[in-house]
């Protein structure tokens, strides 16, 4: 499965288990070996083949461990492209910190027609007064759904760093379309800004951190002119230029991309050709815009690699800070496996890019 694309939504989840996990399947594939050798007492020919099989399975298992380390060199360059400076080796692998405790607590609120809207805080359980940096978080799901616990152990994590992390919500397509989402962000930010005095934030440090259709609508918040004054921006696996993505859809498709776009724009680049250029963070590139961290899967069948690859080329081209790290061995969702080689890289990255633009050295 870790060489195999996700051919359907249901799939997907297995795909990205045995991509992220795979060198704890590599383990337990020699452990096998191992065990079934003593207990079945197999012959010399048996013992041979056991392990020839073996060795293929290990090697299809470990390959994503070595494009992790691939992509840490990477992520080196990039970071100190960027000034950030480079990441230490063995953060790449380390696990996500689990001390000290984190709160986490509930912001009810209404979006402007009066609907419904929960804010996740995660804030670090200590009795400390002075202001900490924030990280506001937008969640992924085609644009029609999620949560603001996605994510959540990465949120955790951030908060044990010092941050004060807000995890924001915002109206789903297809009942609610572009600007409706955008304009729901906006509202969350504001409302974060609002509280941060009450929450010990510091609203000159804030950063947008969004996964997939929230990567999307992170980059039009602090992208589109007017829109919200952040010192950073990272962006999981987020889509680019609509128009583009509806016609270069990935194969397989296993979540229908063309159908999810109209729903969030109510219609085809044909039909709705201003609301494709407004919803694009494409449109948006120009000198003066905050630095974004790109991160994304060599292996994407919900969007595509090369549109992160197209948004690597076009911010530095306008001489915006940019660190462009991909995963080539995986899939969308690997930052959200937990204990996950993505998940660890992802960490380890985030953690040095967002403690660099927001001066924050906890």
């Known amino acids: 499965m870790s060489v195999l694309p996700a051919w ?21 594939a020699a452990v096998w070996l191992l065990v079934a050798s003593r207990l079945l007492a ?13 060795v293929v399975v290990m090697a299809v298992a470990l390959w994503p461990l070595a494009g992790a380390l691939f992509a840490a060199r990477r992520a080196d360059a990039e970071l100190d492209a960027l000034g950030v400076g480079p990441l230490l080796f063995g953060a790449t692998l380390a696990s996500l910190p689990t001390e000290p405790t984190v709160q986490h607590r509930f912001v009810h ?15 670090r359980d200590d009795e400390g007064s002075e202001s900490r ?5 937008i969640y992924g799901g085609a644009w029609r759904g999620g949560s603001p616990d996605q994510g959540a152990r990465i949120s955790d994590a951030l908060a044990r760093r010092g941050y004060l992390v807000a995890a924001i919500d915002y109206r789903h397509a297809p009942r609610f379309q572009f600007p409706i ?16 005095a009450a929450w010990r934030g ?8 969004g996964r997939s259709a929230g990567g999307h609508l992170a980059e039009l918040a602090a992208f589109v002119p007017g829109g919200s004054r952040v010192r950073g921006v990272v962006a999981i696996y987020a889509p680019w230029d609509l128009a583009e993505g509806y016609h270069d859809v990935p194969s397989p498709d296993p ?18 050709p201003q609301q494709y250029r407004a919803a694009s963070p494409a449109s948006y590139v120009r000198t003066g815009l905050p630095p974004v961290l790109l991160l994304y899967a060599g292996r994407d069948h919900l969007v595509k690699p090369e549109f992160n690859r197209e948004a690597a080329r076009a911010l530095r081209s306008a001489d915006v800070g940019v ?36 001066g924050n050295g906890s």
């Open 323 to 358: 660190a462009a790290i991909e995963l080539p061995w995986s899939e969308h969702g690997f930052d959200v496996v937990p204990g996950g080689l993505g998940e660890r890289l992802a960490w380890a990255v985030t953690e040095r890019f967002l403690g660099a633009v927001l």
């Open 109 to 123: 609120y209404r979006a402007s027609d009066g609907s419904p809207l929960t804010m996740q805080i995660f804030d």
């Open 181 to 196: 989402e955008l304009e729901d962000v906006r509202r969350s930010i504001a409302l974060v800004r609002d509280s941060a």
């Open 133 to 137: 940096p924030i990280v506001i978080v």
């Open 202 to 209: 510091d609203t000159s440090r804030i950063a947008l951190l």
């Open 255 to 272: 979540i229908g991309v063309r159908q999810v776009i109209r729903d969030f724009i109510g219609g085809t680049p044909e039909e709705r």
């Open 42 to 54: 197999m012959r010399a020919s048996q013992a041979r083949l056991a392990t020839r099989l073996l």
């Open 8 to 28: 359907s939504m249901t799939a997907l989840p297995l795909r990205l288990a045995t991509s992220e996990l795979s060198p704890l399947l590599a383990l337990a």
